[in-house]
C-alpha cells in the first residue's frame, strides 16, 4: 500500500524526471516516466546493479508485519534485506538520499521490550551510518490511503471511515499516503533538518512542496 501510494504521489510530481520501480512483481502502473524491473531475490541486486546507478534517491518501502514471526526470521526480512539493498545502492550512487519507511514506536536504543521495534531501530541506525548523502527514517503511524489504489490494505478499507475521528483524537499518529509520499519528496528536494521523521512531522514537511 505504501509504495504504491509513494509511486503515485512521484509520477505526479514534476520535479520528478524518472522513477525506476524493483518488484517480484509488475506494479500494473504504466507512466512516460516510469521504468519496471521484475527482480526475485532482494538479498542480491548484483545482476542489475547497472540499471541502479545514476540515480539521487530511493524511497524504501518494503516492509511485513512481525504478526506470527519470530525474532530470527522477521529481523532477516526486516534488517538484512533493507542494509543489503541500501549497501549496494550506497556504493553506486555517493549523492543518493534513502527514505526508509519504518514505523511509529520504533525503537531506537534496540533495547525495549518489543521485538520488532527493536530490530527496526537497528535498521534504522544501520541505515544512518551508511554512506548517503542523507539517510531519513519515515515513522507512520496510521495512514489514510488514497482512494481508487488498489493496494490498500484490508483493515484500512474496513477503518476508512473511522480515520478521520482517530486524527481528531490522535492527531500526532495519524497522517495521510498522500502526504508520506510528499514528505519523502521534500526531504530529497530540500532536505529535512532531522534523520528521524516522526509521523507528526510528515504533515509539515510536506507542506514544503507547495511552500
Request: aromatic share 10%; hydrophobic share 40%; with cysteine.
Amino acid at each position: 500500500m505504501v509504495g504504491e501510494g509513494v509511486l503515485h504521489q512521484a509520477l505526479l510530481n514534476p520535479d520528478v524526471e524518472k522513477v525506476l520501480v524493483i518488484n517480484r512483481r509488475p506494479c500494473g502502473t504504466k507512466h512516460p516516466k516510469l521504468k519496471e524491473i521484475i527482480h526475485g531475490n532482494f538479498f542480491d541486486f548484483t545482476g542489475i546493479e547497472n540499471e541502479l546507478a545514476g540515480y539521487n534517491a530511493c524511497f524504501f518501502c518494503l516492509g511485513v508485519s512481525s504478526v506470527g514471526m519470530e525474532q530470527d526470521e522477521y529481523r532477516h526480512i526486516t534488517y538484512d534485506l533493507t542494509i543489503s539493498a541500501a549497501g549496494t545502492l550506497a556504493g553506486l550512487n555517493e549523492e543518493m538520499v534513502f527514505c526508509y519507511v519504518s514505523g511509529a514506536g520504533t525503537d531506537s536504543s534496540e533495547k525495549g521490550k518489543l521485538m520488532w521495534a527493536r530490530v527496526k531501530g537497528k535498521t534504522e541506525n544501520d541505515l544512518m551510518k551508511l554512506p548517503f548523502n542523507n539517510a531519513y527514517m519515515f515513522r507512520p503511524g496510521v495512514i489514510k490511503p488514497i482512494k481508487g489504489l488498489k493496494n490498500t490494505y484490508k483493515i484500512y478499507k474496513i477503518a476508512y471511515p473511522l480515520i478521520p475521528l482517530f486524527k481528531f483524537l490522535f492527531p500526532s499518529y495519524v497522517c495521510t499516503l498522500e502526504d508520506l509520499g510528499n514528505a519523502m519528496i521534500a526531504s530529497v528536494l530540500y532536505g529535512a533538518g532531522k534523520n528521524i521523521i516522526e509521523n507528526r512531522d510528515i504533515e509539515e514537511l510536506a507542506k514544503k512542496l507547495n511552500d
